[in-house]
């Protein structure tokens, strides 16, 4: 573990998401047939919060899905360990929804390419959107937000580091991280 | 979080978080059966002999489907279609099966510590699906499995093992496993059929049924081997029924919020009365449906690769 900088307070990440939300309603032109999918772990809260944005702004608030894409990843016979399996529960139809896909960092764009062959796998919706908090650049295959909550230029040699309150012990907030020997 | 060994060969080397580690996996695939496409992309590519030295239907189909719904291809070899028949030893076959290139060797065998002998001699991960009365792991992980959904939990459950324990790698299996995790065991079954020295495993034994089962959380009713006869350990079917099986008046002995489990095939009237197994404290087609989930975990969590792991996406 190296220096870490931060980038992000928990004030600034409520603003973001309050950006996102409006966004997106103004996007869809309102409420109507939007559903949000949280990725495992920590695009959950930041869909769960961005939910209750939208539902304060124009109610009713959308339902929230939560989405595991570690059985849809494309280095599973690369890697040594392969993850613990977290919940997949959508509770909702996702035949014709409008799917807003909500991560906390976009990087290589896998994570996000598995996500939506998993969503496909579920049912076929209408449309797929993607808002994430962080878009950190360095992609490895064509995939862009529909939403960003902040654009951080940042070396292969940082880690972005997300920590929610409802994840990880502490307060809001984001930082990069020096990883050192990289 | 992984496991020990590229292996499952038995319960008895797995510690308590591994097994919780595959208990908590099977959680997240037990949502796929309930889904209109019934398959994950994640074991694409790989390889799974199903190698049945035994005859044997439903752990077969269960890890057959298992496969087939993690996408891996499988190949099934069984004693008709097999050269064991011809008179070939199970090493040649190993070496001729691992000519194919397999990621896994799913192995049934008549006898105890087969899948150990592939283990030590070839370079394939080997998953022992039955070995003679030793052990059947994967059994006994989808009945903890199932007993952890009704109940909750394992430790503390008082659980009854009831019928020929001698014989039984399900039995065996589950001791070790409930043991481990921390939950009570009593084993019963006619002098003949339950073997000396269980205690030492920390099991109770016990050869009246009615006291075997008083306040169990679990009832596990293992079936008559009916070719067991021949070796005299009961006298007749009958006489076995009506001290061995469950009804429903012997069932009410145990918790009111009892369940009734049984690894099948069931031999109706006599080690379990009709209406038990139909009954709603029973979990015996539970027991099946757990099964493919189970076993999904076991291949998932046995596949990891031997490379070092990739970074995490961050």
């Known amino acids: ?182 | 979080m992984k496991l020990a060994s590229p292996h499952l060969l038995g319960i008895e080397p797995l510690t308590a978080s591994e097994i919780g580690l595959i208990l908590d996996t099977a959680e997240g695939f037990a949502g796929i059966a309930a889904r209109e496409i019934k398959k994950v992309p994640t074991l694409r590519g790989k390889t799974v002999v199903n190698f049945f030295i035994e005859p044997s239907t439903r752990t077969r189909s269960s890890f057959e489907l298992a496969e087939k719904r993690l996408s891996a291809d499988a190949l099934n070899f069984s004693t008709s279609t097999s050269s064991l028949v011809k008179g070939e030893t199970l090493l040649d076959t190993l070496r001729n099966l691992e000519a194919m290139s397999p990621d896994f060797i799913v192995i049934r065998h008549s006898e105890a510590g087969a899948p150990h002998f592939l283990a030590r001699h070839g370079h394939t991960s080997i998953v022992n699906a039955g070995d003679g009365a030793h052990e059947h792991p994967t059994q006994a992980l989808l009945d903890a499995f199932t007993i952890r959904r009704r109940k909750g939990r394992l430790a503390g459950l008082k659980v009854a093992i009831v019928g020929d324990i001698l014989h039984s790698r399900v039995a065996r299996s589950n001791l070790f496993l409930l043991r481990t995790m921390g939950a009570d065991v009593v084993l019963c079954g006619p002098p003949t059929l339950l073997p000396r020295g269980l205690e030492r495993l920390g099991a109770r034994v016990s050869h009246r049924m009615d006291e075997a089962i008083e306040g169990a959380d679990v009832v596990m009713m293992l079936r008559i081997q009916l070719e067991r006869m021949q070796g005299g350990f009961f006298p007749t079917l009958r006489e076995y029924a009506s001290s061995y099986g469950l009804d429903a008046s012997r069932l009410a002995r145990a918790a009111a919020d009892a369940i009734v489990m049984h690894p099948g095939p069931i031999n109706r009237g006599v080690e379990i009365m009709g209406d038990v197994a139909d009954g709603s404290a029973s979990v015996i087609l539970d027991q099946v449906k757990n099964g493919v989930a189970v076993r999904m975990a076991v291949l998932y969590l046995l596949a990891g690769g031997e490379r070092e792991a990739a970074a995490p996406e961050r």
Do not use: C, W
């Not at chain 1, 494309?74 to 977290?86: F, G, K, N, T, Y």
């Open chain 1, 1 to 182: 573990m190296g220096r870490t900088a931060r980038v992000l307070d928990g004030s600034a990440i409520e603003r973001s998401l309050a950006r996102i939300a409006h966004e997106i309603l103004e996007r869809n032109k309102g409420p109507r047939g939007i559903a949000l999918v949280g990725i495992q772990t920590r695009g959950v809260p930041l869909a769960r919060r961005l939910a209750q944005k939208l539902g304060a702004i124009e109610p009713p608030a959308p339902p929230v899905g939560v989405l595991d894409i570690n059985l849809y990843r494309d280095d599973l016979s690369r890697i040594a360990e392969h993850p613990v399996l977290r919940a997949t529960e959508i509770p909702f139809e996702l035949d014709e929804a409008t799917v807003v896909l909500v991560d906390d960092v976009l990087y290589t764009g896998r994570t996000v390419r598995a996500a939506l062959d998993a969503l496909m796998d579920l049912g076929r919706p209408r449309v797929i959107q993607l808002a994430v908090l962080v878009d950190r650049g360095h992609r490895e295959l064509p995939v862009r937000a529909d939403f960003v909550g902040k654009n951080l230029p940042t070396s292969p040699a940082e880690r972005v580091d997300v920590r929610l309150a409802e994840t990880d012990r502490g307060e809001d907030e984001v930082v990069i991280v020096q990883e050192t020997g990289a």
